[in-house]
T-cell receptor, first 117, second 114 residues
Framework: AQKVTQAQTEISVVEKEDVTLDCVYETRDTTYYLFWYKQPPSGELVFLIRRNSFDEQNEISGRYSWNFQKSTSSFNFTITASQVVDSAVYFCALITGLTGTASKLTFGTGTRLQVTL | DGGITQSPKYLFRKEGQNVTLSCEQNLNHDAMYWYRQDPGQGLRLIYYSQIVNDFQKGDIAEGYSVSREKKESFPLTVTSAQKNPTAFYLC?????????????FGAGSRLTVL
């Protein structure tokens, strides 16, 4: 069985603060993909990143960075210098096997981020 | 621009009525999916289709039906058998090559049962 836990239900920060969204996953498979999606108030989920289990390098994309640690089964997401436009619900997701299709995705329950001025 | 169009954005239904949610994509994706989103529960898969005229049940298919007569279209019918249909419904699509698992989502349809 696979499971994704996002323990933070809601986070509020003031603009320009850094914020980290936690994601802990469970799987017995040694091969898997991890994802982050952003759901702004408009509703559609937007793909942010996909990382496979063989690549533990951290990734940075502008103000976004991701810390993948297999030792703690975590794939945390940090937003540096947060902005109001970052306000959204963020979902972490997992799929086991490197050939698995999206029908096998397991989503976490999401973390709502509120960034205020 | 390519994307997924869901309609209507908001829908109200009386108990006992069937309703159909539309999902159209122009991404030329073979696979399409329907998810249900409830507060605090993340996304749950209702149905998916990897090819025209074929579809599979997801984790919570009871009370729902789908069809896939055209590659571009994957409508979802919420039947009166669905006990708690009030939710936000999201349609998504993807290519079907092995390991191709990045989803493109529509903007969703919010169904409220009165």
């Amino acid at each position: 069985a696979q499971k994704v836990t996002q323990a933070q239900t809601e986070i509020s920060v003031v603009e320009k603060e850094d914020v980290t969204l936690d994601c802990v996953y469970e799987t017995r498979d040694t091969t898997y993909y991890l994802f982050w999606y952003k759901q702004p108030p408009s509703g559609e989920l937007v793909f942010l990143i996909r990382r496979n289990s063989f690549d533990e390098q951290n990734e940075i994309s502008g103000r976004y960075s991701w810390n993948f640690q297999k030792s703690t089964s975590s794939f945390n997401f940090t937003i540096t210098a947060s902005q109001v436009v970052d306000s959204a619900v963020y979902f972490c997701a997992l799929i086991t096997g490197l050939t698995g299709t999206a029908s096998k995705l397991t989503f976490g329950t999401g973390t709502r981020l509120q960034v205020t001025l | 621009d390519g994307g997924i169009t869901q309609s209507p954005k908001y829908l109200f239904r009386k108990e006992g009525q069937n309703v159909t949610l539309s999902c159209e994509q122009n991404l030329n994706h073979d696979a399409m999916y329907w998810y249900r989103q409830d507060p605090g529960q993340g996304l749950r898969l209702i149905y998916y289709s990897q090819i025209v005229n074929d579809f599979q049940k997801g984790d919570i298919a009871e009370g729902y039906s789908v069809s896939r007569e055209k590659k571009e279209s994957f409508p979802l019918t919420v039947t009166s058998a669905q006990k708690n249909p009030t939710a936000f419904y999201l349609c998504a699509s993807s290519i079907t090559e092995p390991g191709a698992n990045v989803l493109t989502f529509g903007a969703g349809s919010r169904l409220t049962v009165l």
